[in-house]
T-cell receptor
Framework: AQSVSQHNHHVILSEAASLELGCNYS??????LFWYVQYPGQHLQLLLK??????LVKGIKGFEAEFIKSKFSFNLRKPSVQWSDTAEYFC?????????????FGTGTLLAVQP | DGGITQSPKYLFRKEGQNVTLSCEQN?????MYWYRQDPGQGLRLIYY???????QKGDIAEGYSVSREKKESFPLTVTSAQKNPTAFYLC?????????????FGSGTRLTVV
């Protein structure tokens, strides 16, 4: 069965620290990849997405992610986090080549940034 | 503004009762989805619908039912057969090519069984 793994369940960082959140998926075919963010009290928002082309994608608020096909990974990065980045982050995969619109989500990573 | 409206925001239900959660979108999206969010388990797909009058079961459809009579609306009924219904429920919609564009989410309904 298709699955998405986010290895870090809770991450605590100080402001200005660098961030990398891991995401791995278990599907060998064509994939489309997403990172969503849920700020406290707000609804899920799309941070960035990859479906073809340059494997390094840039999103909103200084976030980026790199698709490494050989590692089945799509890790999220930010060079310097801010207190306002405190949120829950979800990786998601569409792993059926677009035959349906189903997204499979990871279990999420709670990021707390200390001022 | 275009978006997805879920109502109510909070819902309390007695055991043994069915309850219906509303989801309406004015984005002219073809596809709509229901997810359940539990702490530490991420989002799990309950049902999805790619066109009007058609829907498919997701990974955890047991104890739930849906309808898609209008493009704008995709209500979810949590039946008494759902063993553990207390959760946060999220509705989403997408264009037909969600694989390229991703989903738009509603603000959710928190259901508590008392």
């Amino acid at each position: 069965a298709q699955s998405v793994s986010q290895h870090n369940h809770h991450v605590i960082l100080s402001e200005a620290a660098s961030l990398e959140l891991g995401c791995n998926y278990s599907y060998g075919g064509t994939v489309n990849l997403f990172w969503y963010v849920q700020y406290p009290g707000q609804h899920l928002q799309l941070l960035l997405k990859y479906f073809s082309g340059d494997p390094l994608v840039k999103g909103i608020k200084g976030f980026e992610a790199e698709f490494i096909k050989s590692k089945f990974s799509f890790n999220l990065r930010k060079p310097s986090v801010q207190w306002s980045d405190t949120a829950e982050y979800f990786c998601a995969v569409n792993a059926d080549g677009g035959a349906t619109n189903k997204l499979i989500f990871g279990t999420g990573t709670l990021l707390a940034v200390q001022p | 503004d275009g978006g997805i409206t879920q109502s109510p925001k909070y819902l309390f239900r007695k055991e043994g009762q069915n309850v219906t959660l509303s989801c309406e979108q004015n984005l002219n999206h073809d596809a709509m989805y229901w997810y359940r969010q539990d702490p530490g388990q991420g989002l799990r797909l309950i049902y999805y619908s790619q066109i009007v009058n058609d829907f498919q079961k997701g990974d955890i459809a047991e104890g739930y039912s849906v309808s898609r009579e209008k493009k704008e609306s995709f209500p979810l009924t949590v039946t008494s057969a759902q063993k553990n219904p207390t959760a946060f429920y999220l509705c989403a919609s997408s264009t037909y090519r969600a694989s390229n564009y991703g989903y738009t989410f509603g603000s959710g309904t928190r259901l508590t069984v008392v």
